[in-house]
């Protein structure tokens, strides 16, 4: 969908299906995609581990939370399939991996991509509920509502790539070599409305929604006459409907060129190698987003940064001054939780019971 038929010898790229037509590229992309890779399944597991520990340690899950928790997932399944891109890359289009894992990570691709465009338009309509009806909806907005969107994307994402699970398959090359590729039956015909289908399913629908109901956000911001809700709930929606627009931008933004592109590709018969280097360009952009997410969460949430910090420092030690019998003081380490119950002791009258 948007690696593993694009850069190898794929009717996507040119109708032919000879080594040499493939779109070449030198040790820069691959190295490119590496780092992507690297940062973006560090990034990712790092969002994923502090929204878990938090909930571990009964801290209440958000919405925002389920939300971000799970276009971390997508996200790090996205970058998973790299390895196999990268691998493509060094072989100019080649596959070694098998029929099954081909069908496989071509079909995760493709679902990860249009389950991430999913997850932001509904996280767009729920920062639409907490903005513009804070407290009309708020029974709405709870985490098993969020759990059942979050089902729901996943189901439908898995309906709209069928034609990925039925067509994606190995394609014979020179030399007894073979290619993982979408083979479609009509090249001419399908090869069209394949890619409107996927322009129209996966990006240019979810980019309307989304600009539109962000338009409203603001629009209510800017003439309400409404009662507000209290201070504190105010500056939260705020900060969590910033980081929501720039998610989504930053999306749109990682994303536009590539679909661009596609929509080009159906006029170009035979692609320039500048138009090739151009076309990789954009689908490392597009996979360069599933690792610009988790920097954002970091410097847009204040509230992130510190549920991180304490996933990674569960046990708060502070320093205690102990008086002695002298005039000089000791210091020791205590844990906090033993601190508090030895105070509690402390402040419990000499012939109480130790709790």
Known sequence: HFGFEDININVKVKRSTTADDAPRCGASLPVIFGIICFLGIIGNCIVIYTILKKTKCRAKQTVPDIFILNLSIVDLLFLLGMPFLIHQLL??????????????????????????????????LDRYLATVHPMRFNHIRTPCVAMLVIGLVWGLSLLTIIPVWMYAGLMPLPDGLVACALLLPDLVNDIYWFTLYQFFLAFAIPLVIICLVFFKILQHMSASVAPLPPRSLRVRTRKVTRMAVAICLAFFTCWAPYYILQLIHLRVQSPSLAFSYTYNFTISMGYANSCINPFLYIVLSETFKR??????RPINRKFRVNPSTTDSVSMRIVPEGAQQEQASREMLPSNAPPQ
């Open 91 to 124: 072989g100019n289009g080649t596959w070694h991996f098998g029929a099954a894992m081909c069908t496989v990570i071509t079909a995760l691709d493709s679902n990860s991509q249009i389950v991430s465009t999913y997850i932001l338009t509904a996280m767009t």
């Open 307 to 312: 549920h991180f910090l304490r996933a990674v």
